[in-house]
Nanobody, 123 residues
Framework: QVQLVESGGGLVQAGGSLRLSCAASGRTFRSLNMGWFRQAPGKERDLVAA????????FYADSVKGRFTISRDNVKKTVYLQMNSLKPEDTAVYYC????????????????WGQGTQVTVSS
């Protein structure tokens, strides 16, 4: 497993941008898929974006395609989520996760989690 720490959340107006970062520790980071999930109050924790171990394959939920970009730096052991054109419905706690299973999978495919960072988009 790896240890994950998210940062970069905050309050932003609709139409604005934020960049989330997830710093990892542990020797296995380079071999793991990385995902960003989000969970709004009373809702399930859903996969927003994911990137495979090399950065060569990505996945995006339909709700964020064209607005969010996931990337990773295996030297810095960090994964990023650039969020543009933010909407109030993007408001949630965002979690970074690592796993070796299906890149597009559910929470079960990811077994290391960060503590989460709050993103609030005001209208």
């Amino acid at each position: 497993q790896v240890q994950l720490v998210e940062s970069g959340g905050g309050l932003v107006q609709a139409g604005g941008s934020l960049r989330l970062s997830c710093a990892a520790s542990g020797r296995t980071f380079r071999s793991l898929n990385m995902g960003w999930f989000r969970q709004a109050p009373g809702k399930e924790r859903d996969l927003v974006a994911a990137v495979n171990w090399s950065g060569g394959s990505t996945f995006y939920a339909d709700s964020v395609k064209g607005r969010f970009t996931i990337s990773r730096d295996n030297v810095k052991k960090t994964v990023y989520l650039q969020m543009n054109s933010l909407k109030p419905e993007d408001t949630a706690v965002y979690y970074c996760a690592a796993g070796a299973g299906d890149l597009k999978g559910t929470r079960k495919e990811y077994d290391s989690w960060g503590q989460g960072t709050q993103v609030t988009v005001s209208s």
